[in-house]
């Protein structure tokens, strides 16, 4: 019998039913994988000398791998076993980072490496790379400008929202997250079982003491934020209130990006068998979030670290001086 193509023409049926077609398997290629890298072209070329009596030359020929690069010899460095202790220590401790975050870590340890070869050893020991988180678009309106007001300089816009957890027996506890938008650093996380309106002034006023009152404060349409007496207090200090649109967390995305590391790299990692335990451990994390934890949008480094480093060429006088000035600004602060 024959087979009906396109347009009604006839066309022959190929002996053992297989066709030329682009969306078929070619049969005899297989569908093996490629051997891209040269170690895999390497292992590849000395398995086939040990399952068949043929020759290096050979070998090398039929699987188009060169001579030379199958009998380089890897170099490996006398720190590699220190490097590839030290990087999986970092991993273990701080499970959610990746590759580029542990890299900083280890420059902060003293460690002379690019993220390049953190990376290669980072793959070879076969460590956990967080996905990529997908890139959010912003709201914009159609004259072409943006709802959302962006920081420029330290205390210009603070961020506040809630996260809820749970301790070991059940019972559920709120915290109150506030950031500085500009400079990433957490300012304070209020733990409490219940968080009201009147705990949110407390909270405010302590860090309008301690650092300056900003120009705007964020956050969402909350009844512990729209309260009468939370605005009425922040319109007779003088700041400026900026709500977001209900059900579009996005346009607070600081606090909400915050508050899944918060979550991510301590929340689901801990049992909190008190009220105790947990403010501890929420304030100890604080702590390492603002003094040691790399942030990709500073450059890898800490929002506020407890030193300041001085650039390369710099003296020590120089040094000094930057530190003199750092203390003098806190003081203001």
Known sequence: PSSEGPRGRERQIEAGGRR?????????RGCGGKLVSPERRRRCVQHV????????????????????????????????????????????????????????????????????????????????????????????????SCIRLRPGWRNHVWA????????????????????????????????????????????????????????????????EFTAIAVREWLSRVGVKTLYIEPGSPWENGYNESFNGKLRDELLNGEIFCSMTEAKVLIEQWRRHYNTVRPHSSLGYRPPAPQTVM????????????????RRSTDSLN
């Open 20 to 28: 030329a077609d682009a969306g078929q398997a070619n049969i005899e």
């Open 49 to 144: 000398r040990e399952k068949y009596p043929v020759s290096e030359r050979r070998a090398c020929r039929v699987l188009g791998q060169s001579r030379t690069s199958q009998r380089y010899q890897p170099i490996i460095r006398d720190d590699e076993e220190p490097l590839t202790a030290a990087i999986v220590r970092l991993a273990g401790q701080y499970g959610r980072y990746g590759y580029r975050r542990v890299t900083a870590l280890l420059h902060a340890e003293g460690w002379h490496v690019n993220h390049k070869r953190v990376g290669r050893i980072w793959r070879r020991e076969g460590l956990k790379v967080p996905l990529k988180q997908p890139k959010r678009g912003r709201l914009w309106l159609n004259d072409g």
């Open 160 to 223: 506040y929202d809630f996260v809820q957890a749970r301790t070991h027996d059940g019972r559920s506890f709120r915290m109150l997250t506030v950031i500085d938008e500009y400079t990433r650093e957490c300012l304070a996380i209020e733990v409490d079982r219940h968080i009201r309106s009147g705990d949110v002034l407390h909270v405010l006023a302590d860090l309008f003491t301690q650092r300056g009152v900003p120009d705007y404060i964020r956050s969402d349409n909350g009844s």
């Open 310 to 325: 001085p650039h390369r060429g710099d003296t020590p006088s120089a040094a000094r001086g930057l530190r003199a000035t």
